[in-house]
């Protein structure tokens, strides 16, 4: 067996080495996706909880171990219950997030003489929603639009909405969002250069670190982007402002100039 340290009895393995290395990933992620999150503090609880249950079996007190033990016995059930969202993200992370990225880069460059072809028309898709963009910034029309990453699967957003299948055009998002339109609340999704749906309901994010004057589209937003892998654009009605949500996190009053970088980042 390879070994890289070896004192006396204790030997470090790569082995070893990997082990350390995969866990501690795991447990940074779970720290991104709980941090700013009710999660986190009832994590902290339960840690407590379980610390002390050790320490009271160790100092042998019979009662309090039994009855803290019943609790810790449902703690992988207790668990899934309380971390429900949490660990959907998670493995939405795992089985979309990293695996799905990695084929889609196969893909393009497997068939990057197609991709140059779709070029021309993703750059007019791109002008035409920064056209919409900026029309709606300058007569404050709330607006909320994803775009998925790397190809993420949003189908279970999909069936909230109303699926469209339309080709990227400024008027017709201009229409959608008018807010005498029965499709203006709620989000719309764009993808390939296709408004794929309309009228999308989101979670809403529980995250402590939204400023408080922002109101539900921008949750909404940033709720998206907790649960899947997405670029989230807003326009506010209140100020017309524009602001962006990735990685659930918040970006506010960004310059038009920028929509067509990220655009490009995403398709």
Not at 34 to 62: A, C, D, K, Q
Not at 238 to 251: D, L, P
């Amino acid at each position: 067996m390879f070994f890289l340290i070896k004192i006396g009895f204790f030997t470090v393995t790569i082995w070893d080495l990997l082990d350390v290395l995969i866990v501690g990933f795991i447990l940074f992620e779970l720290y991104k996706l709980l941090r700013g999150s009710l999660g986190f503090n009832i994590f902290i609880g339960l840690l407590l909880i379980y610390s002390i249950y050790w320490l009271v079996g160790t100092l042998e007190m019979p009662l309090l171990s039994g009855l803290l033990g019943q609790f810790i016995s449902v703690g992988v059930i207790a668990l899934l219950i309380l971390f429900q969202p949490e660990v959907r993200r998670f493995l939405l992370f795992v089985g979309q997030g990293s695996l799905q990225a990695r084929f889609k880069f196969l893909e393009r460059l497997l068939n990057k003489e197609t991709e140059d072809q779709n070029s021309p028309y993703r750059e007019e898709a791109i002008r035409a929603i920064t056209r919409a963009v900026e029309q709606m910034q300058h007569k404050q029309i709330g607006a909320l639009m994803l775009f998925p990453i790397n190809g993420f699967n949003m189908e279970g957003y999909y069936s909230s909405g109303v699926r469209m299948n339309a080709k990227i055009s400024t008027p017709l998002i201009l229409s959608i969002f008018n807010k005498y339109s029965p499709l203006h609340d709620g989000a719309m999704i764009l993808d390939e250069n296709t408004i794929i749906a309309a009228s999308c309901v989101l979670p809403i994010s529980a995250s402590n670190h939204i400023p408080q004057k922002l109101g539900l589209r921008h949750r909404a937003a940033v709720g998206s982007t907790e649960h899947a892998n997405v670029l989230a654009i807003i326009i506010s009605e209140e100020t017309g402002n524009i602001s962006y949500a990735q990685k659930g996190k918040i970006i506010q009053n960004i310059d038009l100039t920028e929509i067509p970088n990220l655009l490009r980042k995403v398709w």
